[in-house]
């Protein structure tokens, strides 16, 4: 098993910046990949960044490319992301998520590919 608390999140204006946190605990030598989600009201959980926990690839949405990093802390098991440039159209619960199925060097953007979630942390920018 693996537990996942997401932090980090709250109210920034447009253009403003934040950094998520995502602590993984449990098993987590299982650990393969694990990747960021968002979900906005009425609207599906959608892919946001990910990395490959062994090869390092990283993975990022288009819509996020150029503003949002993914990094993590091999001591630690945290995952990050580090959101620039904000705009409206990021306001989101952002989940992270964790997969233990062997993986090659690769990041999934489906989310059903990944069997553990945090709760999520809100994310809202004002304009």
């Known amino acids: 098993q693996v537990q996942l608390v997401e932090s980090g999140g709250g109210l920034v204006q447009v253009g403003g910046s934040l950094r998520l946190s995502c602590a993984a605990s449990?098993?987590?030598?299982?650990?393969?990949?694990m990747a960021w989600f968002r979900q906005a009201p009425g609207k599906e959980r959608e892919f946001v960044g990910g990395?490959?926990?062994?090869?390092?690839?990283?993975e990022c949405a288009d819509s996020v490319k150029g503003r949002f990093t993914i990094f993590r802390d091999n001591a630690k098991d945290m995952l990050y992301l580090q959101m620039n440039s904000l705009k409206p159209e990021d306001t989101a619960v952002y989940f992270c998520?964790?997969?233990?199925?062997?993986?090659?060097?690769?990041?999934?953007?489906?989310?059903?590919?990944?069997?553990?979630w945090g709760q999520g942390t809100q994310v809202t920018v004002s304009s």
């Open positions: 998520a964790a997969r233990t199925t062997y993986t090659v060097n690769h990041v999934y953007t489906d989310k059903r590919r990944y069997a553990y």
């Open positions: 449990g098993r987590t030598v299982s650990i393969y990949s």
């Open positions: 990395m490959h926990w062994i090869g390092g690839t990283t």
